[in-house]
Every structure is written in C-alpha cells, then in structure tokens.
C-alpha cells in the first residue's frame, strides 16, 4: 500500500521530497486541497471540514500511513484524525523546541514564521508556553509566501521586498534560529537568509517527520519495495495533465538543488 501525504497545496512537497530520501522504496499518493488554498487564511471549522473531505478520499485509495504534510492542518486536526483512524498518522509542528535549545546559550531569539491560522492556534500557544521560559520566541505570518509558492514565483527579485516589507518593524540581527512554521516556506529559504545574520539557522520539521516515517514503518514491518512512484490528486481529482505533472517533478528538482532545511543545530 501506498503512504499518503496531505497539503492545501505544493507545501507538503517540501515534506514529500525528504520522504524520498528516507524512504526510496516506497510508493505515494499526493493530495493538494488546491481548491480550498488558503487554509491559513480560513476559519479552523472551515479547515476540519475540508480536512477530512480529504482524507477520507486518501483513505478510499487505500494508504497504510498518512503525514499531514501542513503546519497549519496538523494544528487544527491531527489529534482527531487519530482518532478517527487506526493506521499511523504523522503530522508537522513548527520546529520551536530545537531552535530554543540552540538560541538560549547563543543568547539569541527565535523567529517563527507560519500561517495566521497556525499561530492563532492553542496548540502553537501551549507549544511556545511549555519551551519559551526567557521569553525568546516571537512569530509572524506570511501568507503571501505560500501565493508566491502556489504561483510558482520563486525569483528573489519578487520575494525578498515582500519579505523585507512584511519584516519592516523587526530587528533580524537579534535572531539566532528562524523556523519555518508552513510547509510552503522551504521554497523560499535563499531569500529569507538574504535577511538574516549569515550565521542564522533556518530549520523545520520536514526531516524529522521522514524519519519519524522511517521508523514507524520499520517499527510496524510494513516497508515496501515500491520504487517511489507518486499518484498526484488535488481535490479530489487524479492530476494527468503533463504540464501540471512536469511542474511537480521539476519542484522536487530545486528541491533537490537548494538542500533546504537541514537542521544543522549541534
Ligand atoms: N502548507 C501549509 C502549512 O504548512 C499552509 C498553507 C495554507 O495557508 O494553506 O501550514
């Protein structure tokens, strides 16, 4: 059986592509909610719904693990879904714990980005009250990362005064570690440290949740010998235009070519 791997849209690919790396021999399905994007613009009710809509459809095609490949839909539903489900679900958080580990003796803050939706959430509140005890952590949205990705608009020329504007009121020299709350935002790593103090750590949780994958699938002998194919839906539509399909294939290439987000803390 195939793993699943669920987004609002191209974000999860960012988690796919480490998938990949951990689990070669696997086969995939990818589903992008592409016509509900943006779910960090939406309310959480309206988010649940389209959540599940979409992982009951992932489910009638059969899959033995599901990574909720999004910040933002795993805040709002991962602790249902487990629920709802008996096979393993994985989901992303932003990667707050380890950036405070690494900032506290650094004497350096935190920035998080992500999704409003993310970040008006209980779940990221008890995240940053149950680690952040020298009040280091501070976070900021930017929706307008994840329309450059859904646009396919990568040129730092575009970005970086979108940045530099939606950044105007920070001081980024007093960061140590920006994590990347919103699987859509790894796309966008060279611009963002174009920002920052060079020695600056950007990170997220993308490997960690691969090899969380690895080892549960170990863990349950349910490893496969596929060959890495990936089945594209968005919406519930299987994806069979070879222009859309060549566009997928060519975002794990420059995902490939940036090396993005290795968590390079000590
Ligand atoms: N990729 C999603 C995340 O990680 C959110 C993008 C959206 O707003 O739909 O939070």
Redesign the pocket.
């Known amino acids: 059986m195939r793993i699943g791997f669920f ?3 191209i ?2 690919m960012t988690v796919l592509h480490q998938a990949l790396k951990y689990l070669p021999n696997e086969d995939y399905i990818f589903y992008a ?1 592409t016509l ?7 309310s959480k009710e309206e ?1 649940r719904d389209y959540i599940f809509q979409a992982v009951d459809f992932m489910v009638n095609q059969g899959i033995k693990a599901l990574v909720i ?7 709002i539903a991962v602790d249902d879904l487990r629920q709802k489900y008996n096979f393993p679900i994985l989901g ?1 958080e932003p990667a707050v714990k380890p950036a405070v580990q690494s900032c506290e003796g650094k004497r350096k803050k935190v920035l998080v980005f ?5 970040l008006r959430e209980e779940k990221f509140h008890n995240l940053v009250k149950s680690i952040d005890h020298h009040d280091i952590v501070e976070s900021v949205a930017l ?1 307008g990362l ?1 329309q450059f990705a859904e646009n396919l608009e990568f040129r730092e020329e575009k970005v970086v005064p979108y940045l530099k504007e939606t950044l105007g009121s920070f001081d980024l020299q007093q960061y140590g570690t920006v994590v990347l ?5 790894p796309y966008f790593e060279n611009s963002i440290k174009e920002l920052f103090p060079e020695e600056v750590d950007i990170i997220s949780g993308s490997i960690g949740t691969a090899k969380n994958l690895k080892r549960i699938l170990e863990a349950r002998n349910q490893m496969n010998d596929g060959t890495g194919e990936i089945i594209y839906y968005k919406s519930g539509y299987k994806v069979e235009d070879k222009e859309t399909l060549s566009s997928y294939k060519n975002l794990l290439v420059m995902l490939d070519e940036l090396q993005l987000c290795h968590l390079n803390l000590k």
């Open positions: 987004d609002s849209g974000g999860g909610d509900n994007i943006p779910y960090g613009e939406k988010v490949a999004c910040n933002t839909a795993t805040s992303i992500a999704t409003n939706l993310t929706p994840v709350g919103c699987t859509h935002f």
